[in-house]
């Protein structure tokens, strides 16, 4: 999952708030089981079938990504399959796209936090052809040594462009300070420092040493046959020699700073995210931990928006979101407010981290809370792409099967007694970073 920027924070505080106040909508009918089949390669593939609407779409995993960087290879995951989409030894990748959009689909491909996915879908009546390139893009990159150059100034742009916004700026630097040497600290772009180091040979390494059937994971969903589709895909896939590929690394504990961080940059408003580390995906305090976290910034309903937005006018933007990974993840309140109420802002979130790690929540909060978050799960589940990437992010995360049944259980079992005491533990030790523009001369 990739970390939150501001425009995805931005439309959550925006969401409806009509999920947090009405019953929960059943989940739809193609969400209720899957076929997954691994082959003697190991190679892996999950088909959700999906009769409602005559499109498919297809991801393709694969387990690499910021967590087995080092801040000397940050971004060689994003970068490889950058230059991946680039074209096969078949297509260029102008064919590659005029093909796919001929079938009204589209392609990409980025490398994530605890995996690299090739995303694309189609009318399903494609499938086959999709699939079919799919393929060729992930075992006959061109990785053309030509094209390296050009990839890197793009990709160091994108990395100015971060930099220079204020709001991913500020996140990028609170998880630098909650993660210290973890790798998650690491950000999945890369650096102005590691991008010039990673050359052709580096890259075309990096993807021999990941790209192995044990660390692929294909989910498909949308108007197919599931045995049509598995038996394609062992007919692409089933024939990769298994090798034992790049052993995973032992990796160091999280340090988080726990401390204030100020940092200058031109801008029309001040950033402040306070952070603390948080639970991973499968902790038995997760689901606790999402609805604290919804507690205070599930939408405009959330304390933080309800109090500071909306009563007190201390900030545009107000919330909350905590994002489970593999490793332990990050709880992140933040705000951006008008520099000349940044004390004041600050000063009301602390007051309301402390609320909350002091004061039960009342029974008609914490039940607006729940259906607020199950709510938007189930709504970001109803479509194809969108179920593909579950199917594949929980299958890489290592949980079972059942995880989103799971799941819906433990929000619905947290009580007002463990909001307080996930307050207590994961809110007790925190990291903050201000970004404010400089005073005027």
């Given at each position: 999952?990739?970390?939150l ?6 439309v959550?505080?925006l969401s409806?708030?009509?999920?947090a ?5 059943a989940?739809p009918?193609f969400a ?8 003697d390669?190991g190679?892996t593939?999950?088909v ?5 609407a005559?499109?498919?779409a297809?991801?393709?995993f ?10 000397a290879s ?11 989409v680039?074209?096969t030894?078949k297509?260029?990748g102008?064919?590659?796209?005029e ?6 689909g589209?392609?990409s491909a980025?490398g ?5 996915e ?7 009546r494609?499938w086959r052809p999709?699939l079919g390139?799919?393929?060729?893009l992930?075992l006959?990159p ?8 050009g990839?890197?100034d793009w990709?160091?742009?994108r990395?100015?462009r971060?930099?220079d916004?204020?709001p991913?700026r ?11 040497p973890?790798?998650y600290?690491i950000v999945s772009?890369?650096t ?6 990673i050359?052709?040979a ?6 021999r040493?990941?790209?192995r059937?044990?660390r692929?994971?294909l989910?498909?969903s949308?108007q ?10 062992r007919?692409?896939?089933?024939g990769?020699p298994a090798?034992a590929?790049a052993?995973?690394?032992?990796l160091p504990?999280?340090?988080?700073a726990?401390r ?24 038995a305090d ?6 604290l976290?919804?507690v205070?910034g599930?939408g405009?309903?959330g ?6 937005r909306d009563?007190k006018?201390?900030?545009y ?6 994002e ?5 993840g990050?709880?992140?309140?933040y705000?951006?407010t008008?520099?000349?109420n940044a004390?004041k802002?600050e000063e009301?979130?602390?007051q309301?981290?402390d609320?909350?790690r ?7 909060e914490?039940?607006r809370?729940k259906?607020y978050?199950?709510?938007r799960?189930?709504?970001?589940r109803r479509?194809?792409?969108?179920q ?6 929980y299958?890489?995360e ?5 995880y989103a ?9 947290v ?7 996930v307050?207590q ?12 523009p400089?005073?005027?001369?």
């Amino acid at each position: 999952m990739r970390r939150l920027g501001p425009p995805a924070l931005a439309v959550a505080v925006l969401s409806a708030l009509v999920l947090a106040t009405s019953g929960l909508a059943a989940a739809p009918a193609f969400a209720q089981g899957a076929r997954t089949e691994r082959f003697d390669n190991g190679f892996t593939v999950i088909v959700r079938e999906n009769p409602l609407a005559p499109v498919v779409a297809l991801s393709l995993f694969v387990k690499v990504g910021t967590r087995w960087e080092q801040p000397a290879s940050a971004g060689i995951s994003n970068f490889l399959h950058a230059l991946m989409v680039k074209g096969t030894t078949k297509r260029s990748g102008s064919q590659l796209a005029e093909e796919i959009a001929a079938m009204g689909g589209k392609i990409s491909a980025a490398g994530d936090i605890d995996y690299s996915e090739i995303k694309c879908s189609a009318l399903a009546r494609f499938w086959r052809p999709l699939l079919g390139l799919t393929a060729e893009l992930a075992l006959e990159p061109a990785m053309s040594a030509g094209e390296v150059d050009g990839e890197r100034d793009w990709l160091l742009s994108r990395v100015q462009r971060r930099r220079d916004n204020a709001p991913s700026r500020a996140f990028d630097e609170l998880y630098a300070a909650l993660y210290g040497p973890h790798p998650y600290a690491i950000v999945s772009l890369g650096t102005p420092a590691s991008l010039p180091r990673i050359d052709h040979a580096a890259l075309v390494a990096h993807y021999r040493a990941y790209y192995r059937p044990g660390r692929m994971v294909l989910t498909v969903s949308g108007q197919v046959a599931a045995d049509e589709v598995v038996a394609e895909a062992r007919r692409l896939f089933g024939g990769m020699p298994a090798g034992a590929g790049a052993q995973d690394p032992v990796l160091p504990a999280p340090a988080p700073a726990g401390r204030r961080i100020v940092i200058q940059q031109p801008a029309q408003q001040t950033q402040i995210l306070v952070g603390a580390l948080a639970p991973s995906l499968d902790h038995a305090d997760h689901g606790a931990v999402k609805v604290l976290s919804t507690v205070l910034g599930g939408g405009m309903a959330g304390r933080l928006f309800a109090e500071l937005r909306d009563k007190k006018g201390l900030a545009y933007t107000a919330t909350s979101f905590y994002e489970p990974v593999r490793e332990p993840g990050a709880l992140v309140l933040y705000l951006g407010t008008a520099p000349e109420n940044a004390a004041k802002a600050e000063e009301a979130l602390r007051q309301e981290i402390d609320r909350i790690r002091r004061e039960a929540v009342g029974a008609e909060e914490l039940r607006r809370a729940k259906n607020y978050l199950l709510g938007r799960y189930e709504m970001d589940r109803r479509t194809n792409d969108r179920q593909a990437w579950y199917l594949g992010f929980y299958t890489v995360e290592g949980v079972s099967p059942d995880y989103a049944a799971r799941y819906r259980r433990a929000v619905e079992a947290v009580t007002a007694a463990d909001v307080l005491r996930v307050a207590q533990t994961y809110l007790a030790s925190l990291t903050s970073v201000v970004l404010e523009p400089p005073p005027a001369r």
